[in-house]
T-cell receptor
Framework: DQQVKQNSPSLSVQEGRISILNCDYTNSMFDYFLWYKKYPAEGPTFLIS?????DKNEDGRFTVFLNKSAKHLSLHIVPSQPGDSAVYFCAASVSRSGNTPLVFGKGTRLSVIA | KAGVTQTPRYLIKTRGQQVTLSCSPISGHRSVSWYQQTPGQGLQFLFEYFSETQRNKGNFPGRFSGRQFSNSRSEMNVSTLELGDSALYLCASSPGLAGGFYEQYFGPGTRLTVT
């Protein structure tokens, strides 16, 4: 049973436009969510996170939105740049229990077209 | 600060053999987690070590094992390799202290191919 789902395996966006990557989760105990970006032949790189006490967190061009009632989060990238082309993973954790493992989605491959 | 390092970066083994992968965490980090990434499967958690003790374990068979040394360096071992073990094995480190959450920082991974 997949607790974190990224239903879009791939997404193509024009340079300068907004990229929206979506993630759904089923475990209501999750209270900390993260996005990682991964380039080929490299490990995932932490991008941005959000605690369940917030519904939005912004860092430069990246904004994560959390809708707890819908168990849904999204990552917005504005404006999208060719260097943003990578696989994006959504991850979740139950931080209240201490250092529990991250549960990852299967990833969405973003292609930003110049 | 140096990042997470993993050795070797690439490995080819034959079915039935065993393999040991190594991970050096970021200096000062005491938690090391291991993940397996296969095509289309995302990252699946193997286990986590903190202060030389296995603190969390994923749903993998006993052929997968690990350990952590006093300097926080960690190794994982896979015995009796199967073709399905071909994957990218990723190591991640974090401060690991209880009572809070810390982002994990990943190494570049070891690409294991089983033939």
């Amino acid at each position: 049973d997949q607790q974190v789902k990224q239903n879009s395996p791939s997404l193509s966006v024009q340079e300068g436009r907004i990229s929206i990557l979506n993630c759904d989760y089923t475990n209501s105990m999750f209270d900390y969510f993260l996005w990682y970006k991964k380039y080929p032949a490299e490990g995932p790189t932490f991008l941005i996170s959000i605690s369940s006490i917030k519904d939005k967190n912004e860092d430069g061009r990246f904004t994560v939105f959390l809708n707890k009632s819908a168990k849904h989060l999204s990552l917005h990238i504005v404006p999208s740049q060719p260097g943003d082309s990578a696989v994006y993973f959504c991850a979740a954790s139950v931080s209240r229990s201490g250092n529990t493992p991250l549960v990852f989605g299967k990833g969405t491959r973003l292609s930003v077209i110049a | 600060k140096a990042g997470v390092t993993q050795t070797p970066r690439y490995l080819i083994k034959t079915r039935g053999q065993q393999v040991t992968l190594s991970c050096s965490p970021i200096s000062g980090h005491r938690s090391v987690s291991w993940y397996q990434q296969t095509p289309g499967q995302g990252l699946q958690f193997l286990f986590e070590y903190f202060s030389e003790t296995q603190r969390n374990k994923g749903n993998f068979p006993g052929r997968f094992s690990g350990r952590q040394f006093s300097n926080s360096r960690s190794e994982m071992n896979v015995s009796t390799l199967e073709l399905g073990d071909s994957a990218l094995y990723l190591c991640a480190s974090s401060p690991g202290l209880a009572g809070g959450f810390y982002e994990q920082y990943f190494g570049p991974g070891t690409r294991l191919t089983v033939t």
